[in-house]
């Protein structure tokens, strides 16, 4: 999977119409439909139902849809990144993240990253997010993989890149009171 097929994935995914889609790329049909096929291949899943009339996606089409467009949002901006550190002569990109980040989208950036421009020289530091808003305001940070609520980001361009599903837990046994506390409940509901 690389980004070519990503970007051509997310334009037939928008616009579900093989045609337009196309014309948006700038490129003829035929190749934009074998490239969604070898991304279906390299898959091994369908993303998109067509027929001669209709396109839409299928759930993992869904899925795929708004991670490839967090993924190439991260592309674009480590590409804008990259020259404006090659127009100011910097050599080296720093890049403070939180630890979650190492599990979502940071390691397919970096290795994209990596790929296009091997001579930049990356700097991870995990830091918590208004750590990081400091250090971008005060020069000593690139980048920053943050989260939300954060103060401190005034003057600083930001994207939203992902949006994190978090999930309580607790034992079983919290949710659910004891006899004896059910019966304090129903003869005494300050109990």
Excluded: Y
């Amino acid at each position: 999977m690389d980004s070519h097929h990503l970007r051509h994935f997310v334009a037939v995914g928008e616009e579900l119409h093989f045609g337009r889609a196309a014309a948006r790329l700038g490129i003829a049909q035929p190749p934009l439909s074998q490239s969604i096929k070898r991304l279906e291949g390299s898959l091994g899943i369908q993303l998109f139902v067509r027929n001669r009339r209709h396109v839409s996606l299928t759930p993992g089409g869904l899925v795929l849809l708004d991670e490839a467009r967090r993924i190439l949002n991260q592309i674009d901006l480590a590409e804008r990144l990259t020259r404006r550190a090659a127009n100011s002569g910097v050599s080296r990109l720093r890049i403070g993240f939180t630890p979650i980040a190492m599990f979502t989208e940071l390691p397919h950036v970096l290795t994209e990253f990596r790929n296009r421009w091997p001579l930049v020289r990356i700097h991870l530091e995990e830091r918590p997010t208004q750590p990081q808003a400091e250090a971008l305001a005060a020069g000593s940070q690139d980048v920053g993989i943050l989260f939300r609520p954060v103060s401190g980001l005034e003057g600083l361009a930001t994207r939203l890149i992902e949006r994190v599903r978090s999930v309580a837990a607790v034992p079983v046994t919290v949710l659910r009171p004891s006899r004896n506390q059910q019966r304090c409940f129903r003869s005494r509901p300050h109990c």
